[in-house]
T-cell receptor
């Protein structure tokens, strides 16, 4: 079955702009989580959505937001971009049942200039 | 604050060597520990460990969890150049309803021919 699909793969934005990233989970998976990966901080959890509801959130400012649609596809939005937002954004899908592994997409490389 | 620490941060070995990667954690509401391999972008799932003392094995890779010591090791025997990657350890914790993955900074493994 198809894996996790993230679009776009690369983005270049200027400071102050906003950006929307998309993630389509594995078919049948209802949980989508978003992570930010930078060389200095490693992988950091942003938020998790399950059945269109955000059920967990990491320690990121309110400029980072997300949503999930009824088909489990998720979008992540970052407003008022800062240079420090340059990172690889990864999304992971899981079935959402009790304890389960997460499968990652290829990521979106965001560069803020 | 929950944290996951991996050691060493980087490692250079020659083909055929055996390596042991370490992961220790301080996490409330521990549920499971996961290992991922990241070569380019998408971390790929290796193992999920929930029970202490039970070894998970896949080919030349194996891993074991020690809940008493709050740690896990990932062993790779007869290393090959294709094993060169960043190995990520993550702990699934429960905050709210489902939880999120808390990642270590990773161990960068380089296997020389």
């Amino acid at each position: 079955k198809a894996g996790v699909t993230q679009t776009p793969r690369y983005l270049i934005k200027t400071r102050g702009q906003q950006v929307t990233l998309s993630c389509s989970p594995i078919s049948g998976h209802r949980s989508v989580s978003w992570y930010q990966q930078t060389p200095g901080q490693g992988l950091q959890f942003l938020f998790e959505y399950f059945s269109e509801t955000q059920r967990n959130k990491g320690n990121f400012p309110g400029r980072f937001s997300g949503r999930q649609f009824s088909n489990s596809r998720s979008e992540m939005n970052v407003s008022t971009l800062e240079l420090g937002d340059s990172a690889l954004y990864l999304c992971a899908s899981s079935s959402g049942t009790f304890v389960t592994e997460a499968f990652f997409g290829q990521g979106t490389r965001l560069t803020v200039v | 604050e929950d944290k996951v620490v991996q050691s060493p941060l980087s490692l250079v070995v020659h083909e055929g060597d055996t390596v042991t990667l370490n992961c220790s954690y301080e996490v409330t509401n521990f549920r499971s520990l996961l290992w991922y391999k990241q070569e380019k972008k998408a971390p790929t799932f290796l193992f999920m460990l929930t029970s202490s003392g039970i070894e998970k094995k896949s080919g030349r890779l194996s891993s074991i969890l020690d809940k008493k010591e709050l740690s896990s090791i990932l062993n790779i025997t007869a290393t090959q150049t294709g094993d060169s990657a960043i190995y990520l350890c993550a702990v699934l914790s429960y905050g709210g309803s489902q939880g999120n993955l808390i990642f270590g900074k990773g161990t960068k493994l380089s296997v020389k021919p």
